[in-house]
């Protein structure tokens, strides 16, 4: 069965630092998605990387970055220099293939709160 | 590329009436369409899969007669919140996706239901 957990429910950091938040997945799928994705107070979410699951190159993305390690199942990202700007709830999710297509599940999220 | 909307973006009902809530995928065909609940400082939780012009497949737990969803067409898939109480006040999201990048879901910016 898929599951994606998030263990930090929420982060509070000072503007200009670097923080790292951490997903790690399960599943038995070799062919799969990871994704994540900001929602601010407005609740829409945004879009920020989508990695297959045979592609372990990190990336990096203005002051965004993401690690997958296979090897741990663990697909982190890190906001270098915090701004206030990036308060807000992100969420990892693992989209699997499923009967009918692929199936999206989301962690629980962690609530990142940038202080000025 | 890729937009989805939802209308209304909010709304308030009496208890026991009914609401209906649109999802459009303004520049592409959705073969699937997919709506989420999310309740205060939780994650989002999928309701149902709905393909264009068959029945919707709900999730374990989601009561599909109270939850009436309707695909008619490839670009519009419509909740309908029947009956509606007070603990069926949440945001709900919709997500759509192309046959051709199933793993990818591209998200409305959600309705803020309250109902009285």
């Known amino acids: 069965a898929q599951k994606v957990t998030q263990a930090q429910t929420e982060i509070s950091v000072v503007e200009k630092e670097d923080v790292t938040l951490d997903c790690v997945y399960e599943?038995?799928?070799?062919?799969?998605?990871l994704f994540w994705y900001k929602q601010p107070p407005s609740g829409e979410l945004v879009f920020l990387i989508r990695?297959?699951?045979?592609?372990?190159q990190n990336e990096i993305s203005g002051r965004y970055s993401w690690n997958f390690q296979k090897s741990t199942s663990s697909f982190n990202f890190t906001i270098t220099a915090s701004q206030v700007v990036d308060s807000a709830v992100y969420f990892c999710?693992?989209?699997?293939?499923?009967?009918?297509?692929?199936?999206?599940?989301f962690g629980a999220g962690t609530r990142l709160f940038v202080k000025a | 590329g890729a937009v989805v909307s939802q209308h209304p973006s909010r709304v308030i009902c009496k208890s026991g009436t009914s609401v209906k809530i649109e999802c459009r995928s303004l520049?592409?065909?959705?073969?699937?369409m997919f709506w989420y609940r999310q309740f205060p400082k939780q994650s989002l939780m999928l309701m149902a899969t709905?393909?264009?012009?068959?029945?919707?497949?709900?999730e374990q737990g989601v009561e599909k007669d109270k939850f009436l969803i309707n695909h008619a067409s490839l670009t519009l898939s419509t909740l309908t919140v029947t009956s509606a109480h007070p603990e069926d006040s949440s945001f709900y999201i919709c997500?759509?996706?192309?046959?051709?990048?199933?793993?990818?879901?591209?998200f409305g910016p959600g309705t803020r239901l309250l109902v009285l």
């Open positions: 997500s759509a996706r192309t046959s051709t990048y199933q793993e990818t879901q591209y």
């Open positions: 599943t038995r799928d070799t062919t799969y998605y």
């Open positions: 990695r297959n699951s045979f592609d372990e």
């Open positions: 999710a693992l989209s699997e293939r499923n009967t009918g297509g692929f199936k999206t599940i």
């Open positions: 520049d592409f065909q959705a073969t699937t």
């Open positions: 709905s393909n264009e012009g068959s029945k919707a497949t709900y």
